[in-house]
């Protein structure tokens, strides 16, 4: 039988590139999982190490080893690139940072032996991801496992399988369960086990096939009811079982209506929830098994039903979890933003790998095939077939699934790429970025109209905040945790308005390292999260969502971090599941509502005050108090940064100014001439303005629902500030016509 051990300790690491930088490296005792980026990696600035290290560690031959054993080395993740060496050596080399592969040492271990394992996270052009919104950190970081098998065993190396497959069709209360085993050495029987009937096969041609029938089948019915039956495979020699294997599965049909959305098991299923990158402060991606539960804790107490694992393939681990909390899952490889032409065999081997590894998870449904990948660059014919290559690739090892793609906005509706995958998704952040939130339901609903046969969903959409940032006018870009509530709810009424969405992802559920980036007061942090990076604090927006979508009862306030407020009368937010919330100020009932979701009481401030919500037997309380002046530690103001363009004191709203709409503004041949002049100016300071605007009629359109302020503040830096004043004076000068 198949012997585990746990190898995650007695490492040695040191930053040392190839052996001869080994000999005079700083060593350090180092247990998995282990990145070497979790401070530098979230830190900001972009320069986090990313180059090639060394693993370490002396073993003794293992007790299990034998005539004949096997000795296999089972790596969950190595980022990015890894060489295996074993008593000098080399016997594996893995590209791709984010799933799991095994190698076997059988024929070179003596009595005492050393292992080296080089870990390389450095820039190349061939192995995704290059480029992308996120820390790339290197290591070992995730668990490895030392695997001892008799002779004969089930496969263990091709593409990391779990080496069974289990393949379940639903019809009329009953499941077909196809299972198939790998058998390198090819001789013996296997017996298949599945809910207490058994069935055996020979081996041939290295493997063994057999179909097994569950009458009255109990589904796996998502969050309802995640029922999982295992299915267990024994490599029999003669009389005795030589190998085990046993894996979850579940048994459900899906389906997906352009008009009616998805459905599970038959029945409407709106898929709405949330994605997930996988590290967090101090640790990066060097995850322990409880803070994966604790991530899943979070996700379902917001109420969602559906995880996008972005970028990459997540742990084993996750997708389990998944499996057992009823999670749909949307599965992906890390082929994003920029697509380089060295990088085809990476990704068809992060997808094989992928697929092969996680067919068994009922989670999930369809397989990712990119990212934003028209993001930076052009859509050329190499990055089309690199597509179709991975959407055959994905059809031919698994029909029981979809593949899918999450789009740049930009990318025009009538790209080729729309059509390649089974099914689309676009990545949204009208509101953040650009434009206004009213452009995501114009999106959408033009989209929806033009090709009413395409499936589209929401892959991405989400606004920064920073929860020291607090604000009474919420705005567009200030960071504040207000304004992410104000982008949610809009989102949220949009979603919910257009149940053709096959599924919607909130990003993100967490906030992220990315050290690329320094904003709204944070180094090398997405803040688009729901929940800080440490998961210590709920930023109100999940509140929202878990009151649209969680039936535990609960009462939540919204602007608890906003203590001091310096206006008169001030806006008191409640966020709840209940349908009628009672607002008590200083222990005083001051209003009842009835609504559902989001309820706003008006209050009037002197002094401080203690507030109450109260709804069915759940209440929340707060304390907020009048002061003289705004707190400027709420406001996030970057030095340099041009605040106001205009005075806004006398900015006069029946004359044209920058706050117009591109296309109002063009409706006035004097305002579209001063609009057309700064616009090029725009376009002969910026080449990536000019590439981005012309000849995309795409994003043309959605321009002209931005205003120019929009616009002008996306392209910072292109055009002077004065400039900018000087032509909002000129359209101040030209009178709107009469509405
Ligand atoms: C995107 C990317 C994601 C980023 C996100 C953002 O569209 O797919 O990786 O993190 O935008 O926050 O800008």
């Keep these: 039988?198949?012997?585990?051990?746990?190898?995650?300790?007695?490492?040695?690491?040191?930053?040392?590139?190839?052996?001869?930088?080994?000999?005079?490296?700083?060593?350090?005792?180092?247990?998995?999982?282990?990145?070497?980026?979790?401070?530098?990696?979230?830190?900001?600035?972009?320069?986090y190490y990313r180059g090639r290290c060394l693993y370490e560690k002396t073993f003794e031959k293992p007790k299990a080893f034998g005539e004949g054993k096997q000795v296999y080395l089972e790596f969950q993740a190595a980022a990015m690139i890894a060489d295996v060496l074993v008593n000098g050596k080399k016997l594996a080399h893995h590209e791709g940072g984010y799933s799991t592969f095994r190698v076997n040492l059988t024929d070179v271990l003596e009595e005492t032996n050393r292992i080296q394992v080089f870990v390389d996270n450095a820039a190349n052009d061939f192995v995704y991801p290059q480029m992308a919104d996120f820390t790339f950190y290197g290591g070992l970081y995730r668990d490895v496992t030392l695997i001892v098998v008799p002779e004969d065993h089930f496969e263990l190396e091709k593409d990391g399988t779990p080496g069974m497959k289990v393949t379940p069709q639903v019809e009329e209360g009953r499941a077909e369960i196809a299972l198939e085993a790998w058998v390198p050495g090819g001789r013996g029987q296997v017996r298949f086990t599945v809910d207490g009937m058994s069935k055996t096969a020979e081996v041939k041609d290295g493997s063994a096939k057999v179909s097994l029938t569950i009458e009255n089948v109990h589904l796996w019915d998502g969050v309802n009811d995640p029922f999982l039956y295992t299915a267990k495979a024994e490599l029999l020699i003669g009389e005795d079982i030589a190998d085990e294997i046993v894996l979850p599965f579940g048994c459900r049909t899906f389906a997906i209506d352009k008009e009616k959305g998805f459905f599970l098991n038959g029945k409407p299923y709106p898929l709405r929830g949330v994605s997930r990158h996988q590290d967090r402060v101090d640790v990066g991606n060097a995850l322990t098994e409880a803070m994966h539960r604790e991530d899943m804790a979070i996700i379902k107490e917001i109420g969602a039903n559906t995880i996008r694992l972005a970028h990459y393939q997540?742990?084993?681990?996750?997708?389990?979890?998944?499996?057992?909390?009823?999670?749909?899952?949307w599965a992906e490889i890390p082929y994003i933003t920029k697509h380089m032409e060295k990088g085809r065999q990476n990704t068809l081997d992060q997808m094989r790998e992928l697929i092969v590894q996680n067919y068994h998870h009922p989670s999930i449904v369809c397989w990712g095939l990119s990212n934003e990948i028209t993001a930076s660059g052009t859509v050329t014919e190499d990055?089309?077939?690199?597509?179709?290559?991975?959407?055959?690739?994905?059809?031919?090892?698994?029909?029981?699934?979809?593949?899918?793609?999450?789009?740049?906005?930009?990318?025009?509706?009538?790209?080729?790429?729309?059509?390649?995958?089974?099914?689309?998704?676009?990545?949204?952040?009208?509101?953040?970025?650009l434009g206004e939130l009213s452009q995501n339901d114009e999106f959408f609903d033009e989209f929806h109209e033009t090709y009413p046969e395409r499936v589209i969903g929401l892959s991405e959409y989400g606004a920064d905040a920073n929860p020291q940032f607090q604000a009474s006018e919420p705005e567009r870009g200030d960071y504040t945790e207000s304004y992410q509530c104000l982008y949610h709810e809009h989102l949220l009424a949009c979603i919910e308005a257009r149940p053709y969405l096959w599924a919607t992802h909130v990003w993100n559920m967490f906030d992220f390292a990315a050290d690329g980036r320094d904003e709204g007061g944070a180094h090398g942090r997405n803040q688009k999260g729901l929940v800080t990076m440490d998961r210590k604090l709920k930023k109100d927006a999940f509140y929202l969502y878990k009151a649209a979508w969680s039936r535990e009862p609960f009462v939540h306030l919204c602007g608890r971090r906003y203590a001091e407020r310096a206006e008169a009368q001030t806006e008191i937010k409640v966020y709840s599941n209940q349908p009628k919330v009672s607002l008590y100020v200083d222990g005083k009932l001051t209003e009842t509502q009835e609504g559902r979701t989001v309820f706003r009481f008006q209050t009037v401030l002197s002094g401080e005050h203690l507030i109450e919500a109260k709804a069915g037997a759940c209440t929340d309380s707060m304390r907020i108090r009048r002061v003289p002046e705004p707190n400027k530690a709420y406001q996030f103001l970057k030095e340099g940064d041009v605040v106001n363009w205009f005075d806004r004191d006398t900015y006069k709203k029946d004359f044209y100014g920058i706050k117009d709409r591109l296309k109002d503004l063009q409706a006035n041949p004097d305002a579209a001439k001063l609009t057309d002049e700064i616009m090029a100016k725009a376009r002969a300071s910026r080449g990536d303005v000019a590439k981005s605007?012309?000849?995309?009629?795409?994003?043309?359109?959605?321009?002209?629902?931005?205003?120019?302020?929009?616009?002008?503040k996306q392209v910072k830096g292109a055009v002077p500030a004065e400039e900018i004043q000087e032509l909002n004076r000129k359209l101040q000068s030209i009178r709107k016509p009469e509405a």
């Design 314 to 329: 997540h742990a084993q681990y996750f997708y389990d979890l998944c499996d057992r909390e009823g999670m749909i899952v």
């Design 693 to 712: 605007t012309q000849g995309n009629e795409n994003l043309r359109k959605m321009m002209g629902g931005m205003s120019l302020e929009s616009v002008l």
């Design 383 to 433: 990055l089309i077939e690199n597509h179709r290559l991975l959407n055959d690739l994905c059809h031919r090892m698994d029909s029981t699934r979809l593949t899918t793609m999450a789009h740049v906005f930009m990318l025009e509706t009538e790209s080729p790429l729309i059509d390649l995958p089974d099914i689309g998704s676009y990545n949204l952040y009208f509101g953040w970025y």
């Design 1 to 47: 039988m198949r012997y585990l051990e746990n190898w995650n300790e007695g490492w040695n690491f040191a930053k040392a590139a190839n052996l001869e930088e080994a000999r005079t490296a700083k060593w350090e005792a180092v247990s998995l999982p282990h990145t070497w980026n979790n401070v530098d990696g979230q830190d900001g600035g972009n320069d």
